[in-house]
């Protein structure tokens, strides 16, 4: 009988800092091309939401599944999440459905999760000022999850809202590293180590002249190829590293116009993430480069971390069992 997953059960079962480990293998796997897994298909539903499709299959690890996710940005306005989604784990010899997760949460760390990875293998050892732009699900989870893997001095937020941001930074008014809440979005990032572009733009929203030499940037949003988030100078200045080669060259507006725009070709990427944890591509070259990790999300970092959630919950008698005969 499969299992069926709230996301609370999903939430006990998962610890979000080590996923950033779970996250590091996933990468370095997708990258091996040890993962079969095809560009996510997406069915636009409405204003800049979409309904989107993903599945994956490793077969080293025994992992087979698929995540349906939805995209609908005006979602916040009526008091539900933006990203909602359901995770389908299958057996990998039988195809008989083992589990079904609810993929909100999962979405949520993975991405910081992996966000971590690339601060891990690209940022500079001394990085210790961290600029967040925006307040949301996705700058909490980046807030509680990057300080694993540099020890930053320094955590700024803008949004554009200033009770969002001024309020995302009381949130977390006892840590031993102080959140500010910045007027502007250029002063958030002038002079900062690690930029997380953690919004709903669908326009740049990072300009060029505001990163420092040396910078290491993550962009995790504007995965469509209409959409952009960063000044185009500044991909076109910055080491580009991906999750996913295939998704970037597809889904990416930041990276699909640049380049029919000629700022680049497809060379331009200098590598995956996953081979750049595998030593098989160089990461960050000098001090003063400036990084930039355009994170799309990819099938295979949902399904092992619901994976771990499905045999943690499952060894704790957590969960529901259903019988569909």
Not at 117 to 123: E, F, G, M, P, Q
Not at 195 to 206: E, F, H, K, Q, Y
Not at 234 to 259: C, H, K, P, T, Y
Not at 295 to 319: F, H, K, T
């Amino acid at each position: 009988m499969p299992l069926w997953l709230t996301e609370a059960d999903v939430r006990s079962a998962l610890e979000p800092l080590e996923l950033i480990d779970a996250m590091e293998g996933a990468l370095q796997a997708l990258s091996a091309r040890e993962v079969a897994q095809p560009v996510r298909t997406a069915i636009e539903i409405g204003d800049r939401s979409f309904f989107a499709v993903m599945p994956a299959f490793d077969g080293r690890r025994a992992i087979l599944g698929a995540k349906l996710v939805s995209v609908a940005p005006a979602n916040a306005e009526r008091g539900i999440p933006t990203h909602l989604a359901a995770i389908s784990l299958l057996d990998a010899v039988t195809g008989e459905l083992l589990a079904v997760a609810d993929g909100r949460y999962i979405t949520e760390v993975r991405t910081a999760a992996a966000s971590a990875v690339s601060v891990r293998h690209l940022a500079r050892r001394d990085a210790r000022v961290l600029a967040i732009l925006g307040s949301g699900v996705q700058a909490r989870s980046h807030r509680e999850v990057l300080p694993a893997v540099r020890p930053f001095t320094e955590i700024r937020v803008w949004s554009p809202t200033a009770a969002h941001r001024e309020r995302f930074a009381r949130e977390d008014s006892g840590s031993a590293c102080p959140i500010r809440a910045t007027g502007s979005a250029e002063e958030a990032v002038r002079g900062a180590d690690v930029i997380v572009l953690a919004t709903n733009a669908v326009t740049p929203a990072l300009d060029n002249r505001w990163v420092a030499d040396g910078a290491h940037i993550i962009a995790i949003g504007a995965c469509r190829v209409s959409q952009r988030e960063i000044d185009p100078e500044l991909v076109a200045r910055a080491a580009l590293f991906v999750d996913s080669r295939d998704a970037a060259l597809a889904e990416s507006g930041d990276v699909v116009q640049s380049i029919a725009e000629g700022r680049f070709g497809p060379a331009h990427i200098r590598a995956e993430l996953g081979a750049v944890v595998a030593g098989r591509a160089p990461g960050r070259t000098s001090e003063v480069e400036v990084t930039l990790f355009k994170s799309l999300g990819q099938a295979i970092e949902d399904l092992v971390a619901a994976d771990l959630a499905y045999r943690r919950a499952a060894a704790a008698g957590r969960g529901i069992r259903l019988t569909l005969t």
